[in-house]
């Protein structure tokens, strides 16, 4: 599913003894503490029964058949997972033919734009929010209620929060008679894709959800129980060159994984920009590129900027069942175009992409690849729950909790002290 | 147009003269040098006449009537500059409906999915590249060509070229009988957007394209003629803290600023991020945010992880003429959102902007601001060329040549032997 390699050997010459037995084995015995102190519990969710989601699927089937529609009204982590494994997948012809939208800007722009030919009636409004009390989300929420009116009593299967077990939203949901869907308060938003958040909306548009979950759950299998080492020293390398390079480059092969960097940048990014335990501020800076395109725009700064990047590339060897070729034609003048003529455009983006980062390696930027065999269900479930993995490692050598996000608070209470003051 | 503001103040305290008079002169000094010398002909871009575009508008008004599809096949420089500026200023009313699209990826996904519906008699097919020898740009090209067979007599006028005067591509399109408008060989690429290479599009989208020139001369006469020095302070600051702070981040308060982010990556990228005269490497290295979305996603990261980062918040003191507002619902248990309701969400996202930057100020990162009063083609003009002037007064202090791009012809030179010797 995942081919994983990496240039670090190269780096840690004067070092043999980096990815050392014991290093490995005592790493590992900390991940393990911490998978099974549940501080989170999106270790467990490969393995989920998943029943409420099913539950759900299968009481609505009849309306869920009859909508074109999904709004979610979500921000952060409960928006950024399944909209990139939405554009991972969406064109396999299993999807079903449903919008999906996302509410949630506060920009009175977007969302004019957004709502503008939006009628209630084949569409499914999905609120989620681990508490509810997200002011973003709060507040458009409140809009779409007003708007569709969505609290007659007949409009109400229009509307499903997926939230904490017993948090606000769950229960005023209940008292309003709208169905809701809960997952464990462990789980944080960006690491909640693989749980109702993200797999009920993915669902509805016609994904196999056990077939994600199958994906994360080998990618699980080779970590705890085939103790395979190679997130371990990905971590190890990242974490113990966080001065070296405190910025990761994620290089990804295809426009469909732009919304899948954004993931990557939530979940880096808020995951270990932290304080430490000594009160030192820690992290990585996450950066995400679109190959071929940001060779026109980024990559001059990664061959002759600072040396202070490492770079993930990530590709799929085969992207699409059909290919479409370059035709060709012969333009006088442009000849030195022409050794590209009748190359498929996808050969044609895996050479760009093997050659940049062949360019790259020869400047010693630090390189590692992620190559996926093709884009399904199962193959997309293993990246992400990589990811999750690999965030947790880096964590964990960091020394932070990588599962809070004490920082953002402080200008939520200002926004708040704003209002109440003026 | 553009307010401005800083806390640089705060950071120069045991540095009085940091900004002293003698070095902002010779500073300018230094700007007005590489002006004079030609080196990148954008400077001159505010003043220009552009006979060659009005004479193509005029010349082609009726076909230009028909079309209600512009597609442009370029990347990069080619295409940022004109997808951030159309993004910026698309919810006004006298856009036309034309559908904008581009052709840059050569991901067959993508290309399969832009050209799904696409019919050759209603489109205008733009081909933007410097010299016609870009391989994705001749690719993306040589397909449209196959397909659509735009070579046929009758159908040439739905083909125009944006390309360097004498380029191999304008001497095709002399051939060939295709229409080209040329720009001077000294624009590059991510300087462009203020030659035909963005002002033709817009102009055919039905802006006023006189008007984005008048905002961009305003910016201009302020640094060159007025003196004022806020765009040289500014460069100080950043190119001197290159080490303390190697991460800029724009902060940009509307999704509308999402292309604009990614022509500002390109602009400061690959502008800065150089081989100095001293063969050193360096640089500053571009991120770009969304508000208040980002507040979900990086912003802890910048409030607790490394002091790595200045951040500039760039925002609009009134998004929408028609505003729209949280509704009056109280929710119960949810109440404690309320302290919102009957607020337009305009007034929201501007205090999210507001309470954010003060949050990030308290933990001592280097903050500047750029409000801007509203949208439209004055004030975007004079904020595309603020940002130009910045990154070239930035280059010149680094000591590196802004305008080209030495290190990405290495991998290119790889893709062609991968080709050559398979």
């Known amino acids: 599913m995942l081919t994983l390699t990496n240039t670090y050997a190269r780096f840690l010459q004067k070092n043999p003894n980096f990815f050392a037995k014991e290093n490995l084995d005592l790493f590992f015995q900390k991940v393990l503490v911490e998978r099974n102190s549940q501080l989170s519990g999106y270790y467990d969710l490969p393995f989920a029964k998943n029943e409420a989601i099913f539950d759900y699927l299968q009481r609505n089937k009849t309306f869920l058949d009859s909508i074109s529609n999904v709004i979610i009204i979500g921000i952060g982590g409960s928006s950024l997972g399944t909209k990139a494994i939405d554009a991972l997948l969406s064109h396999q012809s299993h999807r079903k033919k449903i919008k999906l939208r996302f509410l949630e800007h506060t920009d009175p722009i977007i969302i004019r734009k957004d709502l503008q030919r939006v009628k209630y009636e084949d569409t499914l409004f999905i609120v989620i929010s681990k508490s509810g009390l997200t002011i973003e989300t709060t507040s458009l929420f409140k809009y779409i209620l007003a708007r569709f009116s969505l609290l007659k009593k007949?409009?109400?299967?229009?509307?499903?929060?997926?939230?904490?077990?017993?948090?606000?939203?769950?229960?005023?949901?209940?008292?309003?008679?709208?169905?809701?869907?809960?997952?464990?308060?462990?789980?944080?938003?960006?690491?909640?894709?693989?749980?109702?958040?993200g797999l009920l909306?993915?669902?509805?548009?016609?994904?196999?959800?056990?077939?994600?979950l199958k994906g994360a759950s080998i990618v699980s299998h080779r970590f705890f129980?085939?103790?395979?080492?190679?997130?371990?020293?990905?971590?190890?390398?990242?974490?113990?060159?966080?001065?070296?390079?405190?910025?990761?480059?994620?290089?990804?092969?295809?426009?469909?994984f732009r919304h899948f960097n954004a993931w990557y940048v939530q979940l880096w990014?808020?995951?270990?920009?932290k304080l430490d335990m000594y009160e030192q501020r820690r992290g990585l800076t996450p950066i995400a590129l679109i190959g071929s395109i940001d060779q026109h725009s980024f990559l001059q700064l990664i061959m002759q900027g600072p040396a202070?990047?490492?770079?993930?590339?990530?590709?799929?060897?085969?992207l699409s069942q059909k290919p479409l070729y370059i035709p060709n034609i012969r333009l006088q003048g442009l000849e030195s175009t022409d050794f590209v003529n009748q190359t498929s455009f996808n050969q044609l983006l895996k050479l760009q992409c093997i050659s940049t980062k062949e360019s790259i390696i020869s400047q010693n930027v630090p390189v590692d690849s992620i190559l996926i065999d093709s884009l399904n269900e199962q193959s997309v479930g293993a990246l992400v729950l990589y990811y999750e993995l690999l965030t947790s490692c880096v964590g964990i050598l960091l020394q932070i909790d990588t599962y809070n996000q004490p920082g953002v608070e402080f200008g939520k209470k200002i926004l708040r002290e704003k209002f109440t003051h003026s």
């Open 308 to 318: 202070n990047k490492t770079v993930t590339f990530l590709s799929v060897k085969n």
């Open 225 to 256: 129980e085939e103790r395979k080492d190679n997130v371990l020293k990905k971590a190890l390398f990242l974490a113990r060159n966080e001065s070296n390079y405190p910025i990761n480059v994620l290089f990804s092969y295809s426009s469909v």
């Open 154 to 197: 007949e409009r109400k299967k229009h509307l499903l929060t997926i939230t904490d077990e017993n948090s606000p939203l769950f229960k005023w949901s209940k008292s309003e008679e709208i169905e809701s869907v809960t997952i464990k308060p462990n789980i944080g938003g960006r690491f909640s894709v693989l749980s109702a958040v």
């Open 201 to 212: 909306p993915l669902a509805i548009l016609g994904y196999d959800i056990a077939a994600i």
């Open 269 to 273: 990014g808020e995951s270990l920009g």
